[in-house]
T-cell receptor, first 110, second 116 residues
Framework: DAKTTQPPSMDCAEGRAANLPCNHSTISGNEYVYWYRQIHSQGPQYIIHGLKNNETNEMASLIITEDRKSSTLILPHATLRDTAVYYCIVMGGSQGNLIFGKGTKLSVKP | GAVVSQHPSWVICKSGTSVKIECRSLDFQATTMFWYRQFPKQSLMLMAT?????????EQGVEKDKFLINHASLTLSTLTVTSAHPEDSSFYIC????????????FGQGTRLTVV
């Protein structure tokens, strides 16, 4: 079973920041938080991952709370092409399996 | 990120025949590969995990004799759906990871299988 809880859907206005929350209250010390997204009828796309520090790359930022029980994925300037299902996954580094939950369907609107 | 190529993108086959799907890591050596299936409006379900040169580990409820997985090299894994039936129609997706350099896994574009 997935170890994360995400809202089923969210809307965001084009050009605004999209903040996608994820709860992972049972995360253990060696487990990372990964974010992927899936655009309709395509394979999932890796976005970002982190252990305990906040992370930023060209696609997004990942904010992890100090107790690591929740995190937020931030798309700073959402575009229509960011409309997708976003999955938050907890996995133990290079040895674990990616188990997908139901994700959050993000709809970016003009 | 690294590139994973899956072939074919879609396939239609007759009931009772077998279908092979290929998954290749193009610019890295995949020590571990994963196979998923996804039904419409549902999330990805992990079917099996394979390490290069070893037998695949199947998730509970996945028939190993029906879904044959081969990971003979560090860049290629294949999934063969044997004696396919209409209920096997689904979106099959592979993923690959190179443990020494990436902790994240990268996904192929998926294969849409339709059994008629």
């Amino acid at each position: 079973d997935a170890k994360t809880t995400q809202p089923p859907s969210m809307d965001c206005a084009e050009g605004r920041a999209a903040n996608l929350p994820c709860n992972h209250s049972t995360i253990s010390g060696n487990e990372y938080v990964y974010w992927y997204r899936q655009i309709h009828s395509q394979g999932p796309q890796y976005i970002i991952h982190g252990l305990k520090n906040n992370e930023t790359n060209e696609m997004a930022s990942l904010i992890i709370t100090e107790d690591r029980k929740s995190s937020t994925l931030i798309l700073p300037h959402a575009t229509l092409r960011d409309t997708a299902v976003y999955y938050c996954i907890v996995m133990g580094g290079s040895q674990g399996n990616l188990i997908f939950g139901k994700g959050t369907k993000l709809s970016v609107k003009p | 990120g690294a590139v994973v190529s899956q072939h074919p993108s879609w396939v239609i086959c007759k009931s009772g025949t077998s279908v092979k799907i290929e998954c290749r890591s193009l610019d890295f050596q995949a020590t571990t590969m994963f196979w998923y299936r996804q039904f419409p409006k549902q999330s990805l379900m992990l079917m099996a995990t394979s390490n290069e040169g070893s037998k695949a580990t199947y998730e509970q409820g996945v028939e190993k004799d029906k879904f044959l997985i081969n990971h003979a090299s560090l860049t290629l894994s294949t999934l063969t759906v044997t004696s396919a039936h209409p209920e096997d129609s689904s979106f099959y997706i592979c993923s690959a990871r190179e443990a020494a350099f990436y902790t994240e896994a990268f996904f192929g574009q998926g294969t849409r299988l339709t059994v008629v």
